[in-house]
């Protein structure tokens, strides 16, 4: 098969999984979302049968083209990079979870997009590591998003997400996760009840685990490093 290590580093993510969800305290699931960013379809026939069916892609255009190439699989996909307004109307209705929702207008247009009758589950992404370069709403600024949210009938906000500095410090990569998880249980005080924490990738999944994630996107410790 293609991708023969996979079960393998898949097993090893499990493991680091268990042990940073008991240093943490932690006993619920944890879901692994397996990012396919700039690799074939290939790769999603092999999360697939290494037991993944969460896959995350970065790219509404390449995400696009591989549900047309795997339609007939049983796949949830998940679109986990930045979404354009302009591409909301590509992605309404095709993606078991948009991760990346960051601004009221970008919400009302995916609403606006969406079927009578049917709602997309989105989680609101907030920029906990306090660079200027990364996307997500200001942390002080969630409370008002959610309230914007909670009128959109065919979004359903299951959660927050977030990315950690790029950077080998554990302290820092704890900080923003541990934030993020605040920012959800304050929510959860204030009327806006959410399941969902998406964060944590290869370089800091432990970290996140530990802080009580319960979704991480994973690529290059799946798949090795991706091509250009």
């Known amino acids: 098969m293609d991708f023969p290590g996979l079960p393998a580093r898949l097993l090893g993510v499990r493991e680091t999984v268990a042990r940073s969800q008991a240093a943490g305290g932690w006993r619920h699931p944890v879901r692994i979302v397996a990012v396919t960013k700039t690799h074939g379809p290939d790769a999603v026939r092999a999360a697939l049968a290494a037991g993944i069916r969460d896959i995350g892609e970065n790219r509404v255009q390449e995400a696009l083209q591989k549900q047309e190439v795997l339609s007939d699989l049983p796949v949830d996909w998940h679109l986990v990079g930045t979404l354009q307004r302009n591409k909301a109307r590509h992605v309404a209705g095709r993606f ?11 919400a009302a247009e995916l609403d606006r997009r969406m079927l009578p009758g049917t709602r997309q589950p989105v989680l609101v992404q907030v920029n906990c590591s306090g660079e200027p370069q990364k996307g997500g709403i200001a942390p002080e600024s969630l409370p008002d998003l959610l309230d914007q949210l909670r009128a959109l009938e065919r979004l359903q906000v299951r959660g927050l997400m977030t990315m950690s500095a790029l950077t080998e410090d554990t302290r820092e990569q704890h900080r923003a996760f541990s934030l993020l998880r605040e920012l959800r249980d304050a929510a959860g005080r204030s009327g806006h009840p959410l399941d969902e924490l998406s964060m944590g990738m290869s370089g800091d999944y432990p970290a996140a ?3 009580g994630a319960t979704m991480i996107r ?3 410790v799946l798949f090795g490093e991706r091509h250009t």
Do not use: F, P, Y
């Open 96 to 106: 078991a979870l948009v991760h990346s929702i960051d601004r009221g207008d970008l």
């Open 209 to 211: 685990v530990e802080e």
């Open 218 to 220: 994973l690529g290059t």
